[in-house]
């Protein structure tokens, strides 16, 4: 059991790491002319048929229960609500803002799931979860507080909006997932739930210039196949297999370690220094998932969905 929750957490962990390589992939193809709208149409589109190849191989050896009409109305619901509508706040706020900026506001996600969860879905939420996450915010706190800069311009107050609306969103999509995983299966969910998004990303391209999708240079498409696999498939199969087993508090919880691979992947791809600020954050950051890791199963698995 306890090497299970540990598998668990890992891949909650990874799912965030990989996420938060995103906003770089993002401000790579900002460099080269695309647009929010555009990188999030050619992110889904890419990612699609990635997904649907992942129901298939899961399904060749396994009958998958089949669907209910009002699981798959909710799952393309919260598809919208968290790979296209988050989705795309989040791009539009890191035109504004710095990835680094972006990654503290999207972590403000677990302390949001749990107040949700608390009072929506009337969830216990361990006491211990709270310390857990006191300690992880301290440690992103430090190792970003170089990066934000206080200043009165408009730009960084509306990018700040935008990215905080994004993690409201995406909490919202993360405690409805948890509740439906369990019987659509982690796979099929988010295929489903990316298929919705994607026919509204392609709708919205449509209304605002589908030429654009097909005008942009070569390396705009190879980072949109990078993050469609390595920052849209990849993570998104380990954070709703981290949910079906361990719940959506504690996914969030975890994945609290992604502003951490941020700073090391703005360092590498950006030229961005690594500071002893920054390193004393990356300590204090897993100080806390250690904290959370000795938690233990038993209050763990009691808000889990069932399987």
């Excluded at 990635?50 to 393309?76: G, H, Y």
């Excluded at 939420?125 to 992880?136: G, K, N």
């Excluded at 190792?143 to 909490?171: K, M, P, Q, R, W």
């Amino acid at each position: 059991m306890q090497s299970s929750f540990v598998i668990s957490i890992a891949l909650a962990s990874l799912g965030a790491l990989l996420f938060a390589a995103k906003a770089i992939v993002v401000k790579f193809s900002y460099q080269y002319g695309a647009t929010a709208d555009v990188v999030l149409t050619l992110r889904m589109v890419f990612s699609l048929p990635i997904f649907w190849f992942a129901v298939w191989w899961s399904q060749r050896n396994t009958s998958l229960q089949p669907l209910i009409r009002k699981d798959v109305v909710k799952v393309c619901a919260i598809g919208l609500l968290g790979y296209f509508l988050s989705a795309y706040l989040d791009f539009l706020g890191l035109q504004y803002i710095s990835a680094g900026l972006e990654r503290v506001i999207l972590y403000l996600t677990p302390a949001i799931v749990l107040v949700l969860s608390k009072f929506l879905l009337k969830k216990e939420i361990d006491r211990r979860q709270y310390w857990a996450m006191a300690v992880a915010y301290i440690g992103i706190v430090l190792v970003f507080v170089h990066d934000i800069e206080l200043n009165g311009g408009g730009a960084v107050v509306l990018g700040s909006t935008l990215v905080f609306l994004a993690a409201v969103v995406y909490s919202v999509y993360l405690i409805f997932a948890g509740e439906l995983v369990g019987r659509v299966g982690s796979i099929r969910l988010v295929a489903l739930a990316s298929a919705s998004a994607t026919v509204a990303a392609c709708l919205q391209s449509l209304v605002l210039d589908i030429d654009q999708l097909f005008l942009q240079s070569s390396t705009v498409y190879q980072l949109a196949w990078i993050n469609a696999l390595f920052c849209t498939f990849i993570p998104m199969v380990c954070i709703m297999m981290a949910v079906n087993r361990i719940g959506s508090s504690m996914t969030a919880q975890a994945g609290t370690i992604g502003p951490v691979g941020t700073a090391f992947l703005g360092w590498y791809f950006l030229d961005e220094k690594v500071s002893a600020l920054q390193l004393g954050g990356i300590a204090v950051v897993l100080i806390g998932i250690a904290i959370l890791l000795s938690i233990g199963n038993k209050s763990t698995l009691s808000s889990a969905p069932a399987e």
